[in-house]
């Protein structure tokens, strides 16, 4: 059975910084590419950002690039969000999701492209 369990959300200021950490467990997850994607209140979930199954190619959505750094520890079966210089534009729901089984160690962009979700971690930034 496939768990993704995230953590570290929390209510930080502007220009502040949280760490999220998602434990995964139930499949091979140095196998698989992991983002983190997220949704704020009225929208559409959108990808933040991704890792190869390997941790050596990243993706980065353009409103998070510099900001956020993106990360995996395969011999831990987790996967991290560093986010840094936070803005209140930057308050959502945070996802941990695994890619699905095409091309499965790839990084994808679309929440379609992946198959298994966490619940999600709220994420608030005040100005």
């Known amino acids: 059975q496939v768990r993704l369990s995230e953590s570290g959300g929390g209510l930080v200021q502007a220009g502040g910084s949280l760490r999220l950490s998602c434990a995964a467990s139930?499949?091979?997850?140095?196998?698989?590419?992991m983002g983190w994607f997220r949704q704020a209140s009225g929208k559409e979930r959108e990808i933040v950002a991704c890792v190869n199954w390997d941790g050596g190619i990243t993706y980065y959505a353009d409103s998070v690039k510099g900001r956020f750094d993106i990360s995996r520890d395969n011999a831990k079966n987790t996967v991290y969000l560093q986010m840094n210089s936070l803005k209140p534009e930057d308050t959502a729901v945070y996802y941990c999701a695994a890619k699905g089984s095409e091309l499965w160690y790839a990084v994808g962009r679309s929440p379609a492209d992946f198959a298994s979700w966490g619940h999600g971690t709220q994420v608030t930034v005040s100005s």
């Open positions: 139930g499949f091979a997850f140095d196998n698989f590419a």
